[in-house]
């Protein structure tokens, strides 16, 4: 549980994507700046509306969270509307739950080197695939199958099951074994 590393919780803040379908940008930053925070010690605030605005992508109208990290590669094979790549501070391009426009040009202090599909691409990892890639690499970036149960969600354990297509993207941070049957 990346949330409690000897008493450090080594996560991003938990944040409201408002009424824009950008869950996409939320987990990738997401996993980003809790990975920053792991290897370089550094808390930092990255623009999920920079991806949502400048890189030609779903905008509010929501996106594979695969395709948002290409323009986080340190490569710069995708670059955004300015040619410009990688993470942007929200300070300089603050979230507004809108499809804005872009506003060119802004800093890009952090970089990917690579990102890869956990298990099958475009398949169901296994649970031990997982919790391998947590312990890893830090927090991951997942998609996940929501309904009506999940909007209404308030707190604590969410044990809902719904087989119907994936249409959101969160952060996952861990996991613990002695929740349940199954664990958590």
Not at 12 to 19: A, E, L
Not at 62 to 78: H, I, K, S
């Amino acid at each position: 549980d990346w949330r409690n590393i000897d008493g450090e919780n080594l996560c991003t803040p938990i944040r409201n994507q408002g009424g824009c379908g950008s869950c996409w940008a939320f987990a990738v930053m997401g996993s980003m700046e809790s990975n920053i925070r792991i290897h370089d010690g550094v808390a930092t605030d990255l623009s999920e509306q920079w991806l949502v605005s400048c890189c030609g992508l779903g905008g509010c109208s929501g996106e594979w969270p695969g395709n948002a990290a290409n323009y986080l590669l340190e490569n710069g094979t995708y670059v955004d509307e300015c040619g410009d790549y990688g993470a942007t501070y929200e300070s300089e391009f603050p979230y507004v739950a809108s499809d804005v426009p872009c506003g060119c040009p802004y800093t890009h202090p952090y970089t990917i080197s690579d990102w890869a599909f956990i298990g099958p691409q475009w398949g169901n990892p296994t649970t031990d695939q997982l919790k391998e890639a947590i312990m890893e690499h830090g927090p991951i970036t997942v998609c996940v199958t929501v309904n009506d149960a999940f909007q209404a969600y308030n707190g604590g354990i969410f044990n809902a099951s719904d087989t119907g297509d994936v249409n959101h993207a969160v952060v996952l941070v861990g996991w613990d074994d002695s929740q349940g049957e199954n664990g958590v």
